[in-house]
């Protein structure tokens, strides 16, 4: 091999152990720690960006109702980039996990929804994660 053919081959090497560890970091570097609001009745901007909105539609005809979710409140929608996103969306009701949305960064925004039978159901709790800051908790009162 001569130098020339040396030198795009180590490029290439380089090149490849970049992107490897640029993917490695994007499945190992995932904040997973449990957030809360400092204060809950008055949340700060970046709170009210995490937070799960639950909103409740129509019972319909087979008893199902529509449990939508998105995460952001006060007008506040969390990005959806390369680099911040939102991962996963849970649903809980009365503490049995009913449902999970698993979200790719860009091509899908941190919403989702669920049809469930809500009788006798006392609490939704909608967990979200933020890749960058960590999952984040609301629940309703139904």
């Known amino acids: 091999m001569n ?10 090497v380089a090149v490849v152990a970049a992107v490897g560890a640029e993917a490695k970091m994007a499945t190992e ?43 952001g409140q006060g007008g506040i929608i969390h990005p959806s980039t390369q680099d911040h996103w939102i991962d996963f969306i849970e649903l809980y009701s009365d503490g049995k ?28 709790k909608a967990k979200s994660g933020c890749n960058l800051h960590g999952i984040w908790t609301s629940t309703l009162a139904v």
């Open 29 to 71: 570097h995932m904040n997973r720690i449990e957030m809360k609001p400092k204060n809950p009745a008055k949340m700060e901007k970046g709170e009210l960006k995490h937070s799960p909105l639950i909103t409740l539609k129509e019972k319909d005809a087979k008893g199902y109702t529509l449990v939508e979710i998105s995460i």
């Open 3 to 12: 130098r020339r053919e040396a030198i795009k081959v180590a490029g290439l």
């Open 97 to 124: 996990l009913v449902g999970k949305s698993t979200l790719e960064p860009e091509i899908s925004r941190g919403a989702t929804a669920f049809a469930l039978k809500l009788d006798g159901v006392k609490e939704l």
